[in-house]
């Protein structure tokens, strides 16, 4: 894990900033896999996440998978739980190739990525 979610000094600014997720250093290209089945929302780029996915859980959970390099699922699709849908990147707001999670509750409060996916602390489910 390159950034842990919270507090932290922003890579590029250097200033104290609050992080709405995780980041996990991984090459480029390599393949993304959803951690819970659910629906994709919405598919894009912008200055920030550069190309990004993002999909509702079918538990009720906002996921966002940003810095990507391509998805590779359209917008309305349905997606099961470990099913590729990304290849990671380095696009955006980034100091370098990585996967940055973000994850909603029902409430649209951002919180830690890590509890939805406690049994995949080696990341083998999300990253390959």
Same mark, same amino acid.
């Given at each position: 894990m390159?950034?842990? %979610?919270?507090s932290?000094?922003?890579?590029?600014?250097?200033?104290?900033?609050y992080?709405?997720? &995780?980041?996990?250093?991984?090459?480029e290209n390599?393949e993304?896999f959803?951690i819970?089945?659910?629906y994709?929302?919405?598919?894009g780029?912008?200055? &920030?996440?550069?190309v990004f996915v993002? $999909?509702?859980t079918?538990?009720g $959970?906002?996921?966002? $998978?940003?810095?990507l390099?391509? $998805?590779?699922?359209?917008?309305?699709?349905f997606? %099961?739980k470990?099913?590729?849908?990304?290849?990671?990147?380095?696009?955006?707001y980034?100091?370098?190739?990585?996967?940055?999670?973000?994850?909603?509750?029902?409430?649209g409060?951002?919180?830690?990525?890590?509890?939805?996916?406690e049994?995949?602390k080696?990341?083998?489910?999300?990253?390959?």
């Amino acid at each position: 894990m390159t950034s842990e %979610f919270g507090s932290r000094v922003d890579p590029i600014s250097l200033e104290e900033s609050y992080h709405n997720g &995780l980041d996990i250093g991984v090459a480029e290209n390599s393949e993304v896999f959803a951690i819970d089945d659910g629906y994709i929302e919405a598919l894009g780029e912008d200055n &920030l996440n550069g190309v990004f996915v993002r $999909y509702k859980t079918l538990s009720g $959970y906002t996921v966002i $998978y940003a810095h990507l390099n391509k $998805y590779e699922v359209n917008e309305g699709d349905f997606i %099961f739980k470990g099913q590729k849908i990304a290849l990671s990147g380095n696009t955006g707001y980034s100091t370098g190739p990585h996967l940055h999670i973000g994850v909603k509750n029902s409430s649209g409060e951002y919180i830690n990525p890590e509890t939805l996916f406690e049994e995949a602390k080696r990341y083998g489910l999300l990253i390959k």
